[in-house]
Nanobody, 120 residues
Framework: QVQLVESGGGLVQAGGSLRLSCAASGRTFSVYAVGWFRQAPGKEREFVASIRLSGRTYYADSVKGRFTISRDNAKNTLYLQMNSLKPEDTAVYYC??????????????WGQGTQVTVSS
């Protein structure tokens, strides 16, 4: 079992930046590929980014070049650096562990989510 807790969300103006963190506890975090998803009101949960054990990263086209996913296995923490934020990035952001897939069903563990709101 892995427990995941996100933090770092908040309200930011368009063009601003936020860094989300996801702290893991329980089973060793370093054995899992991990990712970030987001869900806006009335929309399906969508893939944002993921990182494999090798460090290879994957991004949704909508965030490529603006967001950076990284992990610190020593701290059992996953990060999402978000720059040049747009109002359409507004959503609840979730971290997940167990896969690097773009498909949410491939992940075994989920955090509770953190709200990101980007004002225009």
């Amino acid at each position: 079992q892995v427990q995941l807790v996100e933090s770092g969300g908040g309200l930011v103006q368009a063009g601003g930046s936020l860094r989300l963190s996801c702290a893991a506890s329980g089973r060793t975090f370093s054995v899992y590929a991990v990712g970030w998803f987001r869900q806006a009101p009335g929309k399906e949960r969508e893939f944002v980014a993921s990182i494999r054990l090798s460090g290879r990263t994957y991004y949704a086209d909508s965030v490529k070049g603006r967001f950076t996913i990284s992990r610190d296995n020593a701290k059992n923490t996953l990060y999402l650096q978000m720059n040049s934020l747009k109002p359409e990035d507004t959503a609840v952001y979730y971290c997940a562990a167990g896969s690097y897939s773009t498909d949410a069903s491939g992940y075994d563990y989920w955090g509770q989510g953190t709200q990101v709101t980007v004002s225009s």
